[in-house]
Antibody
Framework: QVQLVQSGAEVKKPGASVKVSCKASGYTFTKYAISWVRQAPGQGLEWMGWISAHNGNTDYAQNFQGRVTMTTDTSTRAVYMEVTSLRSDDTAVYYC????????????????WGQGTLVTVSS | QSVLTQPPSVSGAPGQRVTISCTGSSSNIGASYDAHWYQQLPGAVPKLIIYGNNNRPSGVPDRFSGSKSGTSASLAITGLQAEDEADYYCQSYDSRLSAVVFGGGTKLTVL
């Protein structure tokens, strides 16, 4: 079955960086993009951006431009998301999710989701 | 605040029907971008339950249905069950922001 498995929880100090991995299985890796979505404690979902597993093209949400880098390694079927200059309000669960696109080109949706990686930023 | 507006909470008794609204604008749902819905059970990962406005993925009960009209979308749940108690999020694409956008989420309580 299609599955996304993420790396484990991280605790970082303000100003540090964190890199989260997401390993895909059960489908042709290069046929789909991967998005990252985060959820702060008790809050809603926030899209961070996506990366094409085919050619590594990226598109980041405006809130994260300059602080987020997404990369892919087709040999290991893995996607990575790095956030730099961490602040306390970056404390959240970070999810990777596969992008699905309709034939009409009227947007895309997410299925499945990884299990989530809790990143805690605290001094 | 979120680009897509959802009520913070809704509730219903077992067996009843509830609807959750998702109000957007002319740059997202009103611009013919589809609405999609996710269910997040307590402590769990979000799960896709409706895509492309009104399509259910395999395995999602037909008690869940979606619709879209103008700048809004709706999720309806019929025959409410205790296991439906969760947070529900709508999602679309916004052309002005060039970004995927989510609603703020609606907490469904089964009385």
């Amino acid at each position: 079955q299609v599955q996304l498995v993420q790396s484990g929880a991280e605790v970082k100090k303000p100003g540090a960086s964190v890199k989260v991995s997401c390993k895909a299985s059960g489908y042709t890796f290069t046929k789909y993009a991967i998005s990252w979505v985060r959820q702060a404690p008790g809050q809603g979902l926030e899209w961070m951006g996506w990366i094409s597993a085919h050619n590594g093209n990226t598109d980041y949400a405006q809130n994260f431009q300059g602080r987020v880098t997404m990369t892919t390694d087709t040999s290991t079927r893995a996607v990575y998301m790095e956030v730099t200059s961490l602040r306390s309000d970056d404390t959240a669960v970070y999810y990777c999710t596969r992008d699905l696109v309709g034939a009409a080109g009227t947007g895309w949706w997410f299925d499945p989701w990884g299990q989530g990686t809790l990143v805690t930023v605290s001094s | 605040q979120s680009v897509l507006t959802q009520p913070p909470s809704v509730s219903g008794a077992p067996g009843q029907r509830v609807t959750i609204s998702c109000t957007g604008s002319s740059s997202n749902i009103g611009a013919s971008y589809d609405a999609h819905w996710y269910q997040q059970l307590p402590g769990a990962v979000p799960k896709l339950i409706i895509y492309g406005n009104n399509n259910r993925p395999s395995g999602v009960p037909d008690r869940f249905s979606g619709s879209k009209s103008g700048t809004s979308a709706s999720l309806a749940i019929t025959g409410l069950q205790a296991e439906d108690e969760a947070d529900y999020y709508c999602q679309s694409y916004d052309s002005r922001l060039s970004a995927v956008v989510f609603g703020g989420g609606t907490k469904l309580t089964v009385l």
